[in-house]
C-alpha cells in the first residue's frame, strides 16, 4: 500500500472543563491516500468536527488540548510544528469547508479581497497575480461572472454561491488534503447535489485528498471511496463505501443504515422508519466497555466491561465490536 | 442654492465624465438626504470657522461702550453683547474652538477607545486589568475632572479636550470589547485561522473592519457631545479664559444679559444646535451606508 497523504495515529482530543474531562476523541487512528475521499460519518457530538479541528491544530483552547497521538502529513508530524509553522499549513496544504456558509465568510470585506488574502498570504505573489488566481479559482468552482463577484459582498450572495466561494477558498493554493466539515448540511437539497458534484469532479481533476465529514450516509455513498463510522468519539467501523453499505457489521452502523429511508423499499402503511433507542452517552464519564453497549440489543456482560478492539472481519473491512464472529446471531 | 454650486465646480473643468459624476451625485443626495443635509450645515459652519479672519466684519474681542447691547442691525447683524462687541464675529471665532474640541475630543477617544478595547477583547488577562482601570475611569466626573485640572494647570485648549475625552474613553472601549468578544467567536473568524492568517491580521483585517461602522457612528455622537461639553465648560468658566470667545462663554456671557439682549444666547444657541444637529444627522446617515447588510450597493 502507498503511504498514504494523512496519518493520524491514536488522537485524542479532550475538553478539560468545570465538570470533568470530556473525552471527545478516544484514540482515533485513520489515514487518507492521496486523492482518496474518507468519509467520517457519526451522529452529532461523536467527535467527527473535533478530528478535523485537531488536524488543523484549531481547536478551542485553553480547554481543549490534543492529548495524545500523532497526525503526520506525509510524514511530517503536525503536532510537533510551532503555531507559526503551523500557519504555512493551513490553507495552503490542509484547507478547510466549514458548515455555516453564510457566516463563514467576512461581512465587511468583498469576496475578492477575501480570496486574494489567502492567495498572497501562501503564495507571495503580486496583487495582480493574485486577483487572476481568484478569478481563475471562481471560474473553477462554476460561478458566473467572476469579475463581478470579486467585488461583490457575502450578503449578496445566496448560500450555494457563498459555499462554492468556500470551496475556491480552499482550492486556491493547491491544498494536498481539503477537510470538508459538513460542508452541504446549511444547503437545501438541490445544491447540496450541485456542492458534492463540484467537489467529487474538483477532487479528481486536482487529485486532491479529501476528508468528509457528515451525519448522511447518502452524502457518503456518492462521494467517498472509504468511510469511517465513528461513535461517541471512537472508531467503530472502517470499510471500503460498497463494503460497508453491503456488509455493516457494527450494531450501531446497521441502525443508522437501518434509519434511512428507502425510495424503493416503501414503508407499508403505519409503519414507522427504525431509530436507534437511547442517547449518546456522555462523553464527560464514559462507560467502560462498548460505548454502544447500553443502546444495543445484543450487548452482553462482555460488553460491558471489556472493550471491544477493532478487529479486520474481512479485506479492509475493520469493526469494533465483540459480537462480529456470529453476524446470523446480531443480524435483525 | 449651494448643492448647484458645488456640482457645477467639477462641471466646469471637463464635461464627458462629470454627467457620471453628477447624475451619482445627485442619486447619493436623493438617497440619503440626512446626510446631505447635516453635509451642507456643517460645511458652511466649518467654512465659516475656517474662514473667520475674512468674514468676521469686527474684531471679536475689540470692546466699544458705545454701542452696547444693540439689537440686531445692518451694522451687526447678530447685535452686540455687553461690551459691545460684535455677536457676529464672536460666534464666527467661536466655532473654530468649539469644532477643534469636538474633532479632537472624538478622534482621540474613538482611536484609544479601539485600542484599548482590541486588546481588552482579545486577552483574558489583559481585559481582567484594562477594563477595572476603564470602571474606574468612568466613575470620574468630567466636569469635575475638568475643574480640577483647571485648578491645577492652566486653562488651555489642550486641559479642556484631555478632560472631555477622558471620560468617553470608557465608553468606546466597552463599546469594542463587546463587539470583539462576539466577534472572535464567528465561524469567519475560525474560516481565517483555517487559512493561516496571522493573529494580528485576524484583529486588523479581520475584527476591526466589522467594528468600524459602529464606531463611526459613536464618534459622531461623541463628536457632537464634546462640541456641547465645551460650551459647558466654559459657561461654568472652566474653558478657555476670556476674553476668548467660544460659543460656550458666549452664551455664558449673554446669560447675565438675557432679559435685555436675547440675540446674545439665541445666536451662539443656534449655531451650537445646527453643528450638533448636522453631526448627528451624518452620523445616522453614516450608520446606514456602513453597514453593508442595510446598503443597497450595486
Redesign the interface.
Known sequence: METPILQIDDLSTHFFTRDGVVRAVDNLTCHVGAGEALGIVGESGCGKSVTSLSV?R?VQSPSGRIVNGAIRLQGRDLLALSEKE???????EI??I?Q?PM???????SIGCQLI??IR??RGVSGKEAWQRAVDMLRLVQIPEPDQRMRE?P??LSGGMRQRI?IA?AFACDPKVLIADEPTTALDVTIQAQILALMSDLQKRLGTAVVLITHDLGVVAETCQRVIVMYAGRKVEEADVGDLFDRPRHPYTKGLMASMPHLHRGLGNGQRLKEIPGMVPSLLDPPPGCRFAGRCAHATALCTTEEPPLTETGPRHWVACWHTGAPAEVAQ | MAVTDTVSLPAARSTAPTKGRLARFARFVRRHPNIAIGALILTLIVACSALAPLIAPYDPDAINPAERLKPPSAAHLFGTDAFGRDVLSRVIWGGRISLVVGLTVALFSVGIGLAIGLVAGFSRIADAVLMRVMDAMMAIPGILLAIALVALTTASIETVVFALVIPEIPRVVRLVRAMVLSLRE???V?????????FHMILI??IM??T??PLIVQATFICAFAILGEAYLSFLGVGLPPPTSTWGSVIAEGRKVFGLAVWVVLFPGLFLGFTVLSINLIGDGLRDILD??LSR?Q
Open positions: 488543523m484549531l503551523m500557519r504555512e499549513i493551513r490553507g495552503n484547507s478547510m466549514f455555516e457566516t463563514s465568510l467576512n461581512p465587511v470585506l488574502e489567502t498570504r501562501h459582498y450578503h449578496q468556500m477558498m | 464567528q465561524p469567519f475560525d474560516a481565517a485561522r483555517a487559512v493561516g492568517t496571522r483585517r479581520h473592519p466589522n468600524v461602522a453593508p447588510k450597493r
